[in-house]
């Protein structure tokens, strides 16, 4: 199967906004906005909190109710959850294509608890042992602050979708599970991220996630170890098998054609065992494969599951039984790369250009709401606002960058060509 590549779309002829003053948002509101974001906690699945601090600055700032709406992504969802996304959809005041800005309001569990502070042009968390969670609250900012200048201040703007999205750091669950018919048929669409806002990303990887479940056989493992299957044995048998044949970590292979296939792979998870004095019959783990090549990545997928269930056939007790595993997978994405002649690629060189920056293209080795929002047939590019280090402890927000972000976005929800 070939790697996804969505058709260019172009925009139709819209009437020009040229004559349209470029407004500039008020950049001391966005900072305070993003720093009380970033303090609120929500990681994946318990985002209700933030998400209704969007929801009341948006109606402070004029929002009709009936514009407000929350799909049912997180009642589909594996992880379930508190709400679903929160879309937001505004009938156009001149004429041109609707256009979608989008963002995740999750952050990852070690940011919950954060207390950013600034320093000059820098914010981290006061917390040393926590996450700012600038991914992606900065994103979800600016979104905010683009809504809130064009509801406040009356600015004339295209057909216009916001989506905040939740779960997006758990395999991109409210992206994947969006009810899009409450959308408004997008034309072109801005996701907002990680990264520098002159980073513009076409593309990236798709990911497969697995839940093995190894089986063995308890026994004493003073009184009688022989009589059991360790299935702790069994699973470091298979992962090591697989560092050791190049399937775990960064995969580089050739195919017969001499063409060179890369993904990754990781065993990220592993669980089982009460006591030292115990063979151990139960172990989970769980494992990833990703690659921008559908077919290779299947590859990887099949390397995996052969290790776990050789290795399950080589431990054996004293009775000649050996252990069992089941697997369980899914696909958490599908890869995808646009073209730079696309029409949201061509807006967002423009809006960066216009903010002083110069465009660098990227494709993503991670997934990104993006992925689920071009499968869903809306060619999405994906900018970043200014976060470093993301997932760490040594989380930063270059609030330069941020504050570029917030005037990429209002450019981007008030233009149409």
Same mark, same amino acid.
């Given at each position: 199967?070939?790697?996804?590549?969505?058709?260019?779309?172009?925009?139709?002829? !819209?009437?020009? #906004?040229?004559?349209?003053? @470029?407004?500039?948002?008020?950049?001391? $509101?966005?900072?305070?906005?993003?720093?009380?974001?970033?303090?609120?906690?929500?990681?994946?699945?318990?985002?209700?909190?933030?998400?209704?601090?969007?929801?009341? $600055?948006? $109606?402070? #700032?004029?929002?009709?109710?009936?514009?407000?709406?929350?799909?049912?992504?997180?009642?589909?969802?594996?992880?379930?959850? +508190?709400?679903?996304?929160?879309?937001?959809?505004?009938?156009?005041?001149?004429?041109?294509?609707?256009?979608?800005?989008?963002?995740?309001?999750?952050?990852?569990?070690?940011? &919950?608890?954060?207390?950013?502070?600034?320093?000059?042009?820098?914010?981290?968390?006061?917390?040393?042992?926590?996450?700012?969670?600038?991914?992606?609250?900065?994103?979800?900012?600016?979104?905010?602050?683009?809504?809130?200048?064009?509801?406040?201040?009356?600015?004339?703007? !295209?057909?216009?979708?916001?989506?905040?999205?939740?779960?997006?750091?758990?395999?991109?669950?409210?992206? @994947?599970?969006?009810?899009?018919?409450?959308?408004?048929?997008?034309?072109?669409?801005?996701?907002?991220?990680?990264?520098?806002?002159?980073?513009?990303?076409?593309?990236?990887?798709?990911?497969? =996630?697995?839940?093995?479940?190894?089986?063995?056989?308890?026994?004493?493992?003073?009184?009688? !170890?022989?009589?059991?299957?360790?299935?702790?044995?069994?699973?470091?048998?298979?992962?090591?098998?697989?560092?050791?044949?190049?399937?775990?970590?960064?995969?580089?292979?050739?195919?017969?054609?001499?063409?060179?296939?890369?993904?990754?792979?990781?065993?990220?998870?592993?669980?089982?065992?009460?006591?030292?004095?115990?063979?151990?019959?139960?172990?989970?783990? =769980?494992?990833?494969?990703?690659?921008?090549?559908?077919?290779?990545? +299947?590859?990887?997928?099949?390397?995996?599951?052969?290790?776990? $269930?050789? #290795?399950?056939?080589?431990?054996?007790? &004293?009775?000649?039984?050996?252990?069992?595993?089941?697997?369980?997978?899914?696909?958490?994405?599908?890869?995808?790369?646009?073209?730079?002649?696309?029409?949201?690629?061509?807006?967002?060189?423009?809006?960066?250009?216009?903010? +002083?920056?110069?465009?660098?293209?990227?494709?993503?080795?991670?997934?990104?709401?993006?992925?689920?929002?071009?499968?869903?047939?809306?060619?999405?590019?994906?900018?970043?606002? +200014?976060?470093?280090?993301?997932?760490?402890?040594?989380?930063?927000?270059?609030?330069?960058?941020?504050?570029?972000?917030?005037?990429?976005?209002?450019?981007?929800?008030?233009?149409?060509?």
């Amino acid at each position: 199967m070939p790697l996804k590549t969505a058709k260019p779309r172009r925009a139709p002829a !819209p009437i020009s #906004a040229s004559s349209l003053p @470029h407004v500039e948002p008020d950049l001391d $509101r966005a900072i305070a906005l993003v720093m009380e974001m970033m303090a609120i906690p929500g990681k994946s699945g318990e985002e209700a909190a933030i998400a209704e601090f969007v929801v009341a $600055r948006l $109606r402070e #700032a004029g929002l009709p109710e009936d514009a407000i709406r929350f799909d049912a992504a997180h009642k589909r969802s594996p992880l379930r959850g +508190g709400t679903g996304n929160l879309i937001v959809k505004l009938p156009g005041t001149i004429a041109g294509p609707r256009r979608l800005l989008s963002a995740h309001l999750d952050t990852v569990p070690i940011c &919950v608890g954060c207390r950013p502070v600034r320093k000059g042009d820098l914010v981290s968390s006061a917390d040393p042992s926590t996450g700012l969670g600038g991914d992606n609250r900065a994103g979800a900012a600016v979104l905010l602050v683009a809504a809130i200048e064009i509801l406040s201040r009356s600015l004339p703007h !295209p057909p216009l979708a916001f989506v905040w999205f939740v779960q997006e750091e758990v395999g991109l669950q409210g992206s @994947h599970y969006l009810q899009t018919g409450l959308l408004g048929k997008p034309k072109l669409a801005f996701n907002f991220d990680g990264g520098s806002p002159e980073k513009l990303t076409l593309g990236a990887t798709g990911g497969y =996630r697995m839940d093995i479940e190894i089986r063995g056989l308890a026994s004493h493992a003073g009184g009688a !170890p022989e009589q059991g299957i360790s299935a702790i044995a069994i699973a470091s048998l298979a992962i090591a098998e697989l560092h050791r044949e190049g399937w775990h970590g960064l995969v580089q292979k050739t195919d017969t054609r001499g063409r060179a296939l890369q993904g990754t792979s990781n065993v990220g998870v592993i669980r089982g065992g009460d006591a030292t004095n115990v063979v151990t019959d139960r172990v989970l783990v =769980r494992a990833e494969a990703r690659s921008h090549d559908p077919k290779f990545r +299947g590859q990887i997928i099949k390397r995996i599951e052969t290790a776990f $269930r050789d #290795a399950a056939k080589t431990v054996k007790n &004293v009775g000649g039984k050996c252990g069992s595993v089941e697997i369980k997978g899914r696909l958490d994405y599908e890869s995808f790369r646009l073209s730079a002649k696309e029409s949201c690629v061509v807006a967002a060189e423009q809006a960066v250009r216009e903010t +002083g920056g110069e465009p660098i293209h990227a494709i993503s080795n991670g997934g990104l709401d993006a992925n689920w929002l071009t499968s869903h047939g809306i060619p999405t590019v994906t900018l970043g606002c +200014g976060q470093k280090n993301i997932h760490t402890t040594a989380e930063q927000l270059d609030l330069k960058e941020f504050l570029r972000a917030c005037r990429i976005g209002l450019r981007l929800a008030t233009a149409t060509e």
